[in-house]
């Protein structure tokens, strides 16, 4: 069954570009391409930045180092973590790192930092502030309007009704590809499906902790009988239905309740502060690219890379990321950052963390200020143009960078 709409959706504003999603990869994103000078405009539905990283209670800044004593993400990548510390670490300061106090060897801490998921929020939007990014909290991206290859619309809805913004490009930085699905570019979903997680917060004895409550699942391809994760329940989620979603979280909140009230028998003055605001969904779905990356392509140089990434799993992999996984030719003016680029359901597990959510992120903005005069698009640009501005802003692009 169905009804009959008629909706004529008012044009608000233009923009050059238009990130969709606040998180760690649209914050890079929108400040990339506010730097280039850019009319920016960032739409998040939450009313705080960070997405996972903050209203998600997932606040472990991952390594942007090898492992092995050499740092591998640089730029904003880089830029974010130190903004993530700048008032006091809740855990893992590398001292080694910002301090230079201790080694930086195999033995030693990696590149990574726990952080207070409120403060960096307020940080971060100042920053994107300063840039000049105009920020649309509450504001859902629901739908694209498209000329040939091209949006030439974003469609929002939150408090004001439903309106549309001109664009002249889009980075797609939602978490669930969800710019890319509304404009008929093809995308992929994760067919493992996503566990319960149900972080939180809390105060007692041992002072304010972070509870690790669940885990994401490890890929199948990489399941052996040492690495198996146990499960909260085991029911699986995509992520991408409204009634499963809620599901997730009705689960969430239970399995957080009775692991707290565990909690308090042994610690009686145990009181939760923070709960996760946003279900804590890990992968859902990705754009299929023009070229999809592979775990196996470890320290493979790529002549369109526009930036490198460790594995935060072990210590040792490097990858520099293609451009070409960040868009499809199909649309020719929409990119995508973060855990929705085109990549193998075992990268995917690798690439959807803070660091490479950020590294994306910087490229796809660059890039995308760089095609706002629509003069060219995501097919055609210089990517030799694009390298040379990432450079420029201290991104480093191959391997060589590292270990020459």
Request: aromatic share 8%.
């Amino acid at each position: 069954m169905y009804i009959t709409e008629s909706i004529q959706t008012p044009v608000n504003s233009t923009y050059d570009v238009a990130v969709c999603g606040g998180g760690f990869a649209g914050i890079a994103a929108a400040l990339a391409s506010a730097r280039q000078g850019k009319r920016t405009i960032l739409f998040e539905r939450q009313f705080m930045l960070g997405g996972l990283g903050t209203a998600g209670i997932v606040t472990i800044y991952l390594p942007i180092c090898d492992g092995m004593g050499h740092q591998i993400s640089y730029g904003i990548a880089e830029e974010l973590l130190r903004l993530s510390v700048s008032r006091g670490a809740e855990d893992r300061y590398p001292a080694n790192w910002l301090d230079g106090i201790g080694g930086r060897t195999e033995k030693d801490k990696r590149f990574e930092a726990q952080y207070n998921p409120q403060l960096f929020a307020i940080l971060a939007e100042k920053l994107l502030i300063d840039a000049g990014v105009d920020i649309l909290y509450g504001s859902y991206a629901v739908g694209v309007s498209k000329e040939d290859d091209r949006i030439t619309h974003v469609i929002v809805e939150n408090k004001s009704g439903r309106c549309a913004y001109s664009i002249q490009s889009v980075v797609d930085a939602t978490g669930d590809c969800d710019i890319a699905l509304f404009a008929g570019a093809p995308t992929e979903t994760f067919g493992q499906g996503n566990v319960l997680a149900a972080w939180y917060y809390a105060v007692g004895k041992n002072g304010y902790k972070l509870h690790m409550h669940g885990f994401c699942d490890v890929p199948e391809e990489e399941k052996s009988e040492e690495n198996r994760v146990p499960l909260l329940e085991s029911k699986r989620y995509t992520g991408l239905d409204a009634g499963e979603i809620s599901d997730f979280i009705i689960s969430s909140h239970a399995s957080a309740f009775n692991h707290i009230m565990q909690e308090r028998w042994e610690d009686p003055t145990l009181l939760p502060v923070t709960m996760a605001t946003i279900p804590q969904l890990r992968m859902t779905r990705r754009i299929v690219g023009e070229y999809t990356l592979s775990d196996k392509e470890e320290r493979t140089s790529f002549a369109d890379s526009i930036g490198m990434i460790p594995n935060w799993k072990r210590r040792g992999p490097i990858y520099e990321v293609p451009f070409s996984t960040l868009y499809s030719c199909t649309v020719r003016n929409l990119i995508c950052a973060g855990r929705c680029i085109s990549v193998t359901d075992t990268m995917w597990d690798i690439m959807r963390v803070i660091p490479c959510c950020a590294v994306t992120g910087q490229a796809a903005g660059t890039a995308a200020a760089m095609i706002a005069d629509g003069s060219t698009d995501f097919t055609t640009l210089d990517v030799s143009a694009l390298q040379r501005r990432l450079a420029s802003d201290r991104v480093r692009l191959h391997l060589e960078e590292v270990f020459s």
